[in-house]
């Protein structure tokens, strides 16, 4: 390990004890009450803590590691349950728990990492070499993990992370060994190399993770533990095309990049060329199959998810390793602050002049013409029951502020109810930066509105306070337990409120859903599209489209752009009477 260093606590007397002999060691952890398993944990860290800051044998040393390793993955994987749809910033009891996860990690890293540094100044025998290599791996396995636990949770990972992770796979390359297979230890997966293992941290880091939805990154983890060897590491530099090719600084504190475009680079020992071509192509096989019907699990992706899912995730991976999206403006510091409204509902209501949607009472209802009209709303768990008269909203002059207003529709129209048990709100945010196509956004403290990656929101500045824009949140990140931040794309500049039905001949009362309709945009060459509850979409089906205009005209949906966790927004174009 001469020349390579991995950080290690300074070792000091603990208030805490530990057994550092593996037979009683293992007798200890057999006693603890892993239903009990925060407690469990707490006691798991404490041990781990002490170990880590006093002088042992380093075979000693990785001995208790590997006995603690079984029961450290079992509670962190039931504590990350508690943090499984869990609004952002983290309640201080959640963040305790993510902070506990990441340690239990952190603290196996540091058990590992301290063999290596105690194997470094020998001339070692064979066994120890291979000590070492496990070691390294172990290592590497922990440094990953905490990487991971990070992103499920929207938290910076911590410095020197991915430094450590690089140091360790040059250490192998050095001494030859990173293609020789490790035994996993405790773990149930099979024998794995450390280049695989590089692999997988490397080519999770280009997901962009804080633009993952939740738990997003736990299934794309499951599917590189199967297929990231399809990557190639090289040291070749020459890229003429650099489309599937990243470059990886053995010495940057930083995940691989996008290879630079035209740039002469000379061969460097700690220069790397990812090349994720292979790996691309398979994952295109992969969609083609999904595409005609073949299920997810037939596949053997190595991850469990529905065939729908399993399509968007595999296009996000394609755009990830392949397609990289490249900054076309520049964001400029600004000062300030916006409202904002989350999902679809909140959207139009808002964008509606806080009025509920009004459809004509003249339109065919066919034989249940005495029925009020109301459509239904997708994204509530509950449906109105049909008293329409006192409508919910918030005024934006007094966010959090309900009120109530007799909003009864006169005898042309009728409102489109909203579910009692909804109300719609906005939060303040302040902007940090701005660009002519998104913000970047924070706010202190508890918010309103339970904010996560992919959700459509509505942005009203404060200087324009009866228009809202459409924007999607693209990334997320909380840097301390009491703020979020927020990256957040501009959609359109307003969108027009609409309902959709199919041209069937059934009542519309029956079969409408609540759209909104998103301008054209013709300096930016975007064409008029909708946005629906996600689910909605058909290719090449009419539908009937009421946006507030005299009469409701003829649509044909052709092509869907995007889809997200609650919405999709899909190109239409108008479609001929029959």
């Not at 044998?57 to 349950?81: A, I, K």
């Not at 009025?355 to 066919?366: A, H, I, Q, T, V």
């Not at 997708?378 to 008293?387: C, F, Y």
């Not at 079969?511 to 301008?519: C, F, G, K």
Request: charged share 20%.
């Amino acid at each position: 390990m001469t020349g390579f260093v991995l950080s290690v606590p300074e070792k000091r007397v603990s208030a805490w004890f530990a057994e550092t002999d593996p037979r009683y060691a293992r007798a200890w952890l057999d006693s603890l009450p892993l239903a009990d398993t925060t407690e469990s944990a707490r006691e798991i860290y404490r041990a781990a803590y002490t170990i880590n800051r006093q002088d042992l044998d380093p075979q000693q040393r990785f001995e208790l590691m590997d006995l603690y390793g079984p029961v450290v993955d079992t509670l962190c994987n039931s504590l990350q349950g508690h943090l499984t749809h869990v609004a952002l910033p983290l309640a201080p009891k959640k963040r305790q728990i993510a902070d506990l996860v990441r340690h239990l990690h952190t603290e196996m890293a540091f058990g590992y990492k301290a063999c290596l540094n105690s194997l470094a100044s020998v001339r070692l025998p064979w066994t120890r070499r291979q000590l070492a290599l496990n070691a390294s791996e172990r290592a590497m396995r922990y440094l990953s993990e905490v990487l991971l636990r990070s992103y499920l949770a929207y938290l910076p990972y911590p410095v020197d992370v991915w430094r450590e992770i690089h140091t360790l796979f040059r250490y192998a390359m050095v001494h030859g060994r990173e293609n020789e297979p490790v035994n996993g230890g405790h773990s149930q997966a099979p024998a794995l190399t450390i280049r695989a293992r590089y692999l997988q941290a490397v080519l999770l880091g280009l997901t962009s993770p804080y633009q993952l939805g939740h738990g997003e990154c736990g299934l794309i983890q499951q599917f590189l533990s199967r297929w990231a060897e399809l990557a190639q590491l090289q040291t070749n530099l020459d890229v003429r095309n650099p489309v599937g090719y990243f470059l990886v600084d053995l010495n940057a504190d930083a995940p691989a990049t996008p290879f630079p475009r035209g740039a002469q680079l000379s061969e460097s020992e700690h220069l790397l060329t990812l090349n994720t071509i292979e790996l691309v192509r398979q994952i295109h096989t992969f969609v083609s199959r999904l595409q005609r019907g073949e299920s997810a699990h037939s596949l053997e992706l190595g991850l469990e998810c529905l065939d729908s899912a399993c399509i968007d995730l595999m296009r996000r991976l394609v755009r990830a390793w392949a397609l990289v999206p490249r900054r076309q403006h520049s964001r400029l510091k600004r000062q300030g602050s916006v409202f904002l409204c989350v999902g679809l509902n909140a959207l139009r209501f808002f964008s509606n002049g806080q009025r509920p949607f009004r459809l004509p009472e003249s339109m065919n209802r066919g034989a249940d013409a005495d029925k009020p009209l109301a459509v239904p709303d997708l994204e509530s768990t509950n449906s109105a029951d049909g008293d329409d008269k006192n409508e919910m909203y918030i005024a934006l002059d007094e966010p959090g502020a309900i009120r109530a207003e007799n909003v009864a529709g006169a005898g042309s129209v009728v409102p489109v109810s909203m579910p009692p048990s909804e109300t719609c709100r906005a939060d303040r945010w302040q902007v940090c930066d701005v660009s002519p196509r998104g913000l970047l956004l924070s706010r202190t403290g508890e918010a309103l509105n339970h904010v996560r990656v992919g959700d459509l929101l509505g942005v009203q500045r404060s200087a324009d306070a009866a228009h809202w824009s459409v924007g999607v949140v693209r990334w997320m990140k909380s840097p301390d337990p009491a703020s979020l931040e927020l990256g957040v794309e501009l959609l359109a500049p307003h969108a027009v409120p609409a309902a959709l039905w199919p041209v069937d001949g059934q009542a519309i009362h029956e079969i409408a859903t609540i759209a909104l309709s998103l301008p054209a945009i013709q300096a930016m060459h975007k064409p008029a599209t909708l946005l629906l509850s996600r689910g909605l979409f058909q290719p090449d089906r009419d539908f009937y489209l009421y946006d507030g205009s005299s009469a409701p005209r003829r649509i044909r949906l052709l092509k869907q752009l995007e889809r997200a966790g609650t919405y999709e927004q899909v190109l239409f174009a108008a479609a001929a009477e029959h």
